[in-house]
């Protein structure tokens, strides 16, 4: 088992500034990828932004250049910095765990970014 623990959205204006955090707790396992996923309403889930536990990163075009994803591995806790905010990125926003060794997935129960004047 795998628990994934969210915090950190909130309402900011457009131009502000974020930080998501999430911890992850329990069987973990090296290969693995972690990542933000966000669905708006009305939208299918996308991809955010992942990183390997090799190092590799990757961020959705939508967001490169504004958003950042980071690890570190003491904590066992994820972030995805989020600056320049636009109201099209009001989703609420998922923490995802990847096993590549076992293939499983879990996620996190999700927080609200929401992004308006």
């Not at 990757?58 to 066992?76: C, E, L, M, P």
């Not at 009001?90 to 923490?95: E, F, L, R």
Request: hydrophobic share 30%; proline share 3%.
């Amino acid at each position: 088992q795998v628990q994934l623990v969210e915090s950190g959205g909130g309402l900011v204006q457009p131009g502000g500034s974020l930080r998501l955090s999430c911890v992850i707790s329990g069987s973990i396992f090296s290969p693995n990828v972690m990542g933000w996923y966000r669905q708006a309403p009305g939208k299918e889930r996308e991809l955010v932004a992942a990183i390997i536990s090799g190092g590799n990163i990757n961020h959705a075009d939508s967001v490169k250049g504004r958003f950042t994803i980071s690890r570190d591995n003491a904590k066992n806790t994820i972030y995805l910095q989020m600056n320049s905010l636009k109201p099209e990125d009001t989703a609420v926003y998922y923490c995802h765990y990847h096993s590549r060794m076992f293939g499983y997935d879990y996620w996190g129960q999700g927080t609200q970014v929401t992004v308006s004047s």
